[in-house]
């Protein structure tokens, strides 16, 4: 499965971005997506995953109530819709697919990243 983020960007506090990751390729093995972000010197952190059977979803404790996940799995697409950004969302965001085959099992795909930036 082949990720592509798109959305990323500068903005300023208290502003809003829209990412979007689409998946190409064995999009029937996935069972989950989501967005992860890592800062320079951190962890790599949790920001929000969906489901693409019922749709549940998960958020990391910095972005609930500020983000939202959705999914459009006509399109094997999700998006992450990003309000009320502060200094401390700037990261890489890396869209992510759980996947699962009756042959290999688990597994995850990753995309390459994009970069938001949000000014104060």
């Known amino acids: 499965v082949q990720l592509v983020e798109s959305g990323g960007g500068l903005v300023q506090a208290g502003g809003s971005l829209r990412l979007s990751c689409a998946a190409s390729g064995s999009t029937s093995s996935i069972r989950a997506m989501g967005w992860y972000r890592r800062t320079p010197g951190k962890q790599r952190e949790l920001v929000a995953t969906i489901t693409t059977g019922g749709g549940s979803t998960n958020y990391g404790d910095s972005v609930k109530g500020r983000f939202t996940i959705s999914r459009d799995n006509a399109k094997n697409t999700i998006h992450l819709q990003m309000n009320s950004l502060k200094p401390e969302d700037t990261a890489v965001y890396y869209c992510?697919?759980?996947?699962?085959?009756?042959?290999?099992?688990?597994?995850?795909?990753w995309g390459q990243g994009t970069q938001v930036t949000v000014s104060s």
């Open positions: 992510n697919a759980v996947l699962w085959t009756v042959v290999a099992g688990t597994a995850a795909s």
